[in-house]
Structure formats: structure tokens, C-alpha cells
């Protein structure tokens, strides 16, 4: 994720078992640039179904770089599965780099 910049992630939920599932609860960390875009509690999903979850990334500017990383639940009323995940938040700031040599063995 671009720092100063919105990312949506995605991905899907998969109803394997033999029943309905009820509606699906998407619950996230106290992360204030994490947000779920989809709608939250998902409608409920038929056995063999799915239906695709979407995260919007929207780190600050000033959001240290290098990696995040958590779980977000994802709940029915008769299930829950931690779903973990590592974010990198990365800068595509541009600079300019002086190198100086000295050669040592030079008098």
C-alpha cells in the first residue's frame, strides 16, 4: 500500500459446508487506514457459494514505512475464522544519491 494513497484489497469467503451460513460479520483491528468497502455483515451464503470481502487501504502520509501485520475476524452465527494478513506500506518518494570515493592508499 502507497502511503498518502488508497489500496483495495480483496478477498473471497467460501460457504463449504451443508447449510446456510447466516450473515457474515467482517470485524478488523484498530487500524484507522483499515476499512472494510463491501458491505458489513455480508448476506448470508449458500452451501458451495461464496462471496468476495474488499478492504480499503487508505495510509497517511506520514504512516511509518515497512510492514503491518494482524488478523481480522470473519464470523457467522455458528463460526469464526481469524484471517491473518501483513500489509507493507511503501513510499514511491524519489531522491538523489552523491557518492564520494577516497582511495585510501593515495598520498
Do not use: C
Request: no cysteine.
Amino acid at each position: 500500500m502507497k502511503v498518502g494513497g488508497q489500496a483495495l484489497v480483496s478477498f473471497d469467503v467460501i460457504n463449504e459446508g451443508g447449510a446456510v451460513s447466516g450473515p457474515v460479520q467482517v470485524a478488523l483491528p484498530a487500524l484507522p487506514w483499515l476499512r472494510v468497502a463491501s458491505p458489513n455483515p455480508l448476506p448470508a451464503i449458500t452451501p458451495g457459494a461464496t462471496n468476495r470481502v474488499t478492504l480499503q487501504l487508505t495510509p497517511a502520509a506520514d504512516l511509518s514505512l515497512g510492514n503491518y501485520e494482524g488478523h481480522l475476524v470473519v464470523s457467522t452465527p455458528g463460526s469464526t475464522v481469524n484471517v491473518p494478513f501483513t500489509f507493507r506500506a511503501l513510499s514511491e518518494a524519489k531522491g538523489d544519491l552523491r557518492l564520494t570515493a577516497v582511495d585510501e592508499y593515495t598520498y
